[in-house]
Structures are given as structure tokens and as C-alpha cells.
């Protein structure tokens, strides 16, 4: 009895912490439940529980239940790893569209070796980031947290890249659905040479 008083004690903690640090998987390690794909769906797979990415363009779009599917100011927490020369993307404030590069929201680079001048960590042609602060082959994160009109992203806790839309003096007029708002996520399949591996991406609504 004890045993089990405890158990169900360390259990009630367990439930208890992850409820304050407020962190929600959006991919729950089995399928792409609560995700649509557009283009070309067989560009994404799982493997052993991680999402594979390797094909031509594609976009898996957040479409679940967490916070009805609309996020504005958020943090996301994405694990992955990119081999050779692979390009994606991380889209936050964006909307499911058939086919194409997404219209709205923006995209937080994933890029180690790819030919794009653009790395890891830019919030993409708003605030690019030249440097590689990652490898290739490497499980690595990513963390964009968005507060009003404010970006931030880190990698492996590192902060690379701050963007206040408000301040940018440069921002293109012809710049759209590019913008802070509110929407959905997306992960990328940037053409058949990019392989890319998901692992986890879980979210905290602010």
C-alpha cells in the first residue's frame, strides 16, 4: 500500500510540474495526427518515432486541438536534425494553402549547409543569419518565442536573432501576410536533396 501511495504521489508531482511549466507537445511521437500536409504528403514520414522529412516541397501545417489552432504569442520549442545540405523551415502566424511557399506568417530558417546564404536562426530575408552555430547530423533546438510584435530565436539556448517588426525600417512595402498576427505553425520539405529529422515540438502559449 505504501508502494503504491507513493507511486501515485510521484505521479501527481510529475502531472503537477509539467502543468506549470506549461509546455504541449504538438506531435505526439506516433503519427502526423492533427497535421495536414500539402503538396506532397509523402514528402514526410516517421521513423522510430521522429518525423523524416525527404522529398519535394511540402508543408505540414498544425491543425490539432492545442489552443484551437491559433497561436499569437507563444513559445516553441522544435528538436531536429538536418543531414548535408538540407534545407526547411519553421512557420509561425501562418494559415494552410494548397500548394506554394506559405503566403502568410513568417519562417525561422533551418539551414547548416544548404546553399542559401540564409542559416539557422534567421527570421527569413526580415533579420538573416549568416553564422552556423550548428552541425549537420546534430539533434539540436530551436526556440522562437513571439511577444507582441517581438522575435526571438535561440539555438541550443543560445539567442542568435531579435526582430521587433515596429523598428524595422527596412520592412519591404510589398511584404503582405508577412507579419505579426496570430495563426498556425508549419515545418518545411524544401525539395528532394534536403533531408531533414523532427523530434519533438511542443509549445507554451503566453
Known amino acids: ?3 503504491l501511495t ?3 504521489l510521484l505521479l501527481s508531482l510529475s502531472l503537477a510540474v509539467h502543468a506549470q511549466d506549461g509546455w504541449i507537445p504538438l506531435f505526439n511521437g506516433k503519427n502526423l495526427d492533427g497535421w495536414k500536409i500539402s503538396e506532397n504528403p509523402d514528402s514526410f514520414s516517421i521513423e522510430e518515432g521522429i518525423i523524416k ?3 519535394p516541397r511540402a508543408h505540414a501545417f498544425y491543425t490539432g486541438e492545442v489552443n ?4 499569437k504569442d507563444f513559445e516553441l520549442m522544435v528538436e531536429l536534425k538536418t543531414m548535408p545540405k538540407a534545407n526547411s523551415g519553421i512557420f509561425f502566424h501562418t494559415v494552410y494553402q494548397e500548394k506554394g511557399w506559405p503566403d502568410k506568417g513568417y519562417e525561422v530558417q533551418v539551414n547548416q549547409t544548404h546553399g542559401d546564404w540564409r542559416k539557422s536562426g534567421s527570421l527569413y ?3 538573416d543569419v549568416k553564422e552556423t552555430y550548428v552541425q549537420d547530423g546534430e539533434w539540436y533546438t530551436t526556440h522562437i518565442i ?4 517581438h522575435v526571438t530565436v535561440k539555438l541550443n539556448g543560445k539567442t542568435v536573432m531579435e526582430y521587433v517588426e515596429s523598428k524595422d525600417g527596412n520592412r519591404p512595402a510589398n511584404a503582405g501576410e508577412k507579419r505579426i498576427d496570430k495563426g498556425t505553425f508549419a515545418i518545411q520539405a524544401h525539395d528532394p536533396e ?3 529529422y523532427y523530434k ?6 503566453l
Not at 484551437?68 to 497561436?71: Q, S
Request: no cysteine; net charge positive.
Open 1 to 3: 500500500m505504501k508502494k
Open 6 to 8: 507513493v507511486f501515485v
Open 53 to 55: 522529412i525527404d522529398g
Open 68 to 71: 484551437g489552432g491559433v497561436f
Open 125 to 127: 530575408s526580415f533579420n
Open 146 to 149: 513571439v511577444k507582441g510584435d
Open 194 to 196: 534536403s533531408v531533414i
Open 200 to 205: 519533438s515540438i511542443k509549445v507554451k502559449v
